[in-house]
């Protein structure tokens, strides 16, 4: 069974860059038939789609994100990163990490998310 | 404002039949897969339709999907209290460059 378990800070100052970590366990991100993903949810709100790594270190972003995002992939510890640069409190959200099954782009594991809020 | 238009909310009782839409354009749906997640309270989104009206192992067939033109519907019949959730529809939006979420229905089983 896959798991996805995010972790990073909960508490990010406004300016400052907002980093999480998503580790992956029974299965692997150098499986080239999976995008590794990020989806926010602001509070009370929709979801977001932000963007996914695949294992070769080539990303996708949302365009609206595209100048704060950076992705990186790390096969040797069979886990994928986000970091979201100049936050503001518009970003204070839920982020998930999921899996994509890249033939048809469906997200089929999530992780459980983690809250991250942006406040001085 | 999403580019994948859902209601707010839908209701129905127990042992009922409820649909869910979800409206986009050529840029989107007509043109991709439609996926639905099911979110509970509290937890994170859940697969429930891929390819839009395929079924991942362990969803019951009392959810369905189907998609024509620029929208696609969920449907979820036999209703159950344990149903009541927030559901999203996905795609691709060429245009944009992104994927796309609907805005969520609130599903209350009266």
């Known amino acids: 069974?896959?798991?996805?378990?995010?972790?990073?800070?909960?508490?990010?100052?406004?300016?400052q860059t907002l980093s999480l970590i998503c580790t992956v366990s029974g299965g692997s991100i150098s499986n080239g038939d999976f995008y590794w993903s990020w989806v926010r949810q602001?509070?009370?709100?929709?979801?977001?789609?932000?963007?996914?790594?695949?294992?070769?270190?080539?990303?996708?972003?949302?365009?609206?994100?595209r100048s704060r995002i950076s992705m990186s992939a790390d096969t040797s510890k069979n886990h994928f990163s986000l970091r979201l640069s100049s936050v503001t409190a518009a970003d204070t959200a839920v982020y998930y990490c999921?899996?994509?099954?890249?033939?048809?782009?469906?997200?089929?594991?999530?992780?459980?998310?983690?809250?991250?809020t942006v406040s001085s | 404002q999403s580019v994948l238009t859902?209601?707010?909310?839908?209701?129905?009782?127990?042992?009922?039949?409820?649909?869910i839409s979800c409206s986009g354009s050529s840029s989107n749906i007509r043109n991709n897969?439609?996926?639905w997640y099911q979110q509970l309270p509290g937890t994170a989104p859940k697969l429930l339709i891929y390819e839009?009206?395929?079924?991942?192992?362990?969803?019951?067939?009392r959810f369905s999907g189907s998609k024509s033109g620029t929208s696609a519907t969920l449907g979820i019949t036999g209703l159950?209290?344990?149903?009541?959730?927030?559901?999203?529809?996905?795609?691709?939006?060429?245009?944009?460059?992104?994927?796309v979420f609907g805005g969520g229905t609130k599903l209350t089983v009266l």
């Open chain 1, 1 to 15: 069974q896959v798991r996805l378990q995010e972790s990073g800070p909960g508490l990010v100052k406004p300016s």
């Open chain 2, 80 to 99: 159950q209290t344990g149903d009541e959730a927030d559901y999203y529809c996905e795609t691709w939006d060429r245009s944009l460059g992104a994927g």
């Open chain 2, 52 to 61: 839009n009206n395929k079924r991942p192992s362990g969803i019951p067939d």
């Open chain 1, 42 to 65: 602001h509070p009370e709100r929709g979801l977001e789609w932000i963007g996914y790594i695949y294992y070769t270190g080539t990303t996708y972003d949302n365009p609206s994100l």
């Open chain 2, 33 to 35: 897969y439609v996926s």
């Open chain 2, 6 to 19: 859902q209601p707010p909310s839908v209701s129905a009782a127990p042992g009922q039949k409820v649909t």
């Open chain 1, 98 to 116: 999921a899996r994509i099954q890249a033939a048809a782009g469906h997200f089929d594991y999530w992780g459980q998310g983690t809250l991250v």
